[in-house]
């Protein structure tokens, strides 16, 4: 059975960093079409973040470009979040999605919250 576990959030200070990451079993990463990040805010619907295809080509919301990064690594089937810059407006839970051939894979998981906050 595949599942990813969303991990590596926590409180920080606006303009400071974290790495999130996504550990994805029951599947190799090889195999997947896609992978991306989205966050849910109190009271608003879930967005999309990042996303990265299988061919390594990236695209990302307008209010993330130039601060955050989507990456990912073949041996630990793994996919990560690099976020530096942050914001108090980037507070959400984040949460991590795999596709294979453009299908979802998993249902939503549990996330990961990130809070900025001085």
């Known amino acids: 059975q595949v599942h990813v576990v969303e991990s590596g959030g926590g409180l920080v200070q606006p303009g400071g960093s974290l790495r999130l990451s996504c550990a994805v079993s029951?599947?190799?990463?090889?195999?997947?079409?896609?992978m991306a990040w989205y966050r849910q805010a109190p009271g608003k619907e879930r967005d999309l973040v990042a996303a990265?295809?299988?061919?390594?080509?990236?695209n990302y919301a307008d209010s993330v470009k130039g601060r955050f990064t989507i990456s990912r690594d073949n041996a630990k089937n793994t996919v990560y979040l690099q976020m530096n810059s942050l914001k108090p407006e980037d507070t959400a839970v984040y949460y991590c999605?795999?596709?294979?051939?453009?299908?979802?894979?998993?249902?939503w998981g549990q996330g990961t919250q990130v809070t900025v906050s001085s």
């Open positions: 999605k795999i596709y294979k051939d453009a299908v979802p894979v998993t249902s």
């Open positions: 029951g599947v190799s990463i090889f195999e997947l079409s896609a």
């Open positions: 990265m295809a299988s061919g390594a080509s990236t």
